[in-house]
Nanobody
Framework: QVQVVESGGGLVQIGASLRLSCTTSEHAYSPYAVAWFRQAPGKDREFVSAIASDGRTVYYTDSVKGRFTISSANTKNTEVHLQMNDLKPEDTGVYYC???????????????????WGQGTQVTVSS
């Protein structure tokens, strides 16, 4: 069973930065594709960003483009970071990391693509 653990959330003011980290248990025979989703209070969980198994191809939802950067610390993508700059109140929510060994990118923005999920880390942007 793959374990996914997020860290780095917190309470910050508008315009501040946070760096989320996601670690995935190793022993994988190929690189993971890793994504971040978030869920604001009273809303459905939504896609934020993903990094494909090649460790280079990245994806973002429009609202975070230019502010968030996803990156991987190793070739298996077992340590992935989400650098979040210029945070806004609408970025508030629980951020979940998800991982999969599936190589297809067709559904990389969709929850169904991922079979391993973390417990989430809270990000609160205060005005």
């Amino acid at each position: 069973q793959v374990q996914v653990v997020e860290s780095g959330g917190g309470l910050v003011q508008i315009g501040a930065s946070l760096r989320l980290s996601c670690t995935t248990s190793e022993h994988a025979y190929s690189p993971y594709a890793v994504a971040w989703f978030r869920q604001a209070p009273g809303k459905d969980r939504e896609f934020v960003s993903a990094i494909a198994s090649d460790g280079r191809t990245v994806y973002y939802t429009d609202s975070v483009k230019g502010r968030f950067t996803i990156s991987s610390a190793n070739t298996k993508n077992t340590e992935v970071h989400l650098q979040m700059n210029d945070l806004k109140p609408e970025d508030t929510g629980v951020y979940y990391c998800a991982a999969t060994l599936a190589q297809s990118r067709q559904n990389i923005r969709r929850e169904l693509n991922y079979d391993s999920w973390g417990q989430g880390t809270q990000v609160t942007v205060s005005s």
